[in-house]
């Protein structure tokens, strides 16, 4: 159980707050704030509302009302909305407060949110979260970086965490995680083209077999299937994280052409909104092969 001395905030109350959360445990969850976006939009305001008191925090109508107090800010929100949340939230910082980036966003627009935070005399945190917070919610390894990274892992620490310093620059922890995710996320992708298309064509057996042939470690089928249900799940955030992917990518000289088509395929899942069902391969390649038949594609 932690026991934070330090008065939090959360910026985004999504599965890696609650995530965090749950894993903390803490005695007063009702001193932890937070604001949520969605609370600003009829069809998801509820949802949020019941997420607050289902977790004992105190939310908050606006940003800078769950800022206002806080010496400590957890940014968890997407990719796209990382930067405004830290422009819209500065005004609002205490002094010195530390202001954790969790977002997988690309370097630049890390240092970016940056001088806005340190402009409001705060202190910011690029972290990166470097695995999926389920199951291991706040022992979720994380990278954190820029100049405030001593006073950030005592913080960290505290609360039962395990952050790993990479570097006193922001984008430095955001570096590693974008670069990782052209793997990570481009094989989720990959996945997804081939295996539709290996169960449209009435193959897919016959291609799982010969992957495994090849493969040295976890069953293929077994891998495909947990691939195909994050894309189902997460796939939006994950295309706007594969977005700012392809934006590190071609900052640093090179094409994207792996990023970019890594986001087009994890948006293109996501924006289905289906449920992934039980954690069987097959029945998620038919109900994906099914409702892609509806979609125009580009030749």
């Not at 609650?18 to 803490?26: Q, S």
């Not at 627009?109 to 705060?122: G, L």
């Not at 990570?184 to 990959?190: D, F, N, Y």
């Not at 249900?229 to 934006?247: C, D, Q, T, W």
């Amino acid at each position: 159980m932690a026991t934070p001395s330090s008065s939090i905030a959360f910026i985004g109350f999504g599965e890696a707050a609650c995530a965090f959360l749950e894993g903390w445990a803490l005695d007063d969850p009702a001193r932890i704030t937070a604001y949520d976006i969605k609370t600003d939009q009829a069809d998801t305001r509820q949802t949020l509302l019941d997420r607050y008191r289902q977790h004992g925090v105190t939310g908050c109508a606006t940003a800078a009302a769950a800022v206002a107090q806080a010496e400590v800010v957890f940014s968890l929100v997407t990719a796209d909305c990382a930067h405004a949340a830290a422009r819209t939230a500065a005004p609002s910082l205490r002094a010195g407060a530390l202001w954790f980036d969790c977002n997988s966003c690309a370097p630049d627009t890390k240092k970016a949110a940056a001088a806005d935070i340190e402009a409001a005399n705060a202190r910011y945190v690029d972290v990166a979260v470097m695995a999926p917070v389920l199951p291991q919610r706040h022992r979720v390894p994380l990278l954190i970086s820029g100049p405030h990274t001593e006073d950030a892992l005592s913080v960290l620490q505290s609360l039962g965490m395990r952050p790993e310093p990479t570097g006193d620059t922001v984008g430095q922890a955001s570096s590693i995680k974008m670069l990782r995710s052209v793997m990570v996320k481009g094989i989720e992708a990959l996945c997804a083209e081939c295996l539709i298309a290996a169960r449209r064509a009435g193959v897919e057996d016959r291609v799982i077999a010969s992957l495994n042939a090849s493969a040295t470690q976890r069953d293929f089928g077994t891998q495909a299937s947990y691939n195909m249900e994050r894309m189902m799940v997460h796939g939006i955030r994950r295309a706007a994280e594969m977005r700012e992917v392809a934006i590190t990518v071609a900052a640093l000289g090179l094409p994207a052409d792996m990023a970019t088509a890594t986001a087009a395929w994890q948006d293109r899942i996501g924006q289905l909104g289906l449920d992934a069902g039980d954690d069987h391969l097959i029945p998620r390649l038919d109900h994906l092969s099914a409702m892609l038949r509806h979609l125009p594609f580009v030749e």
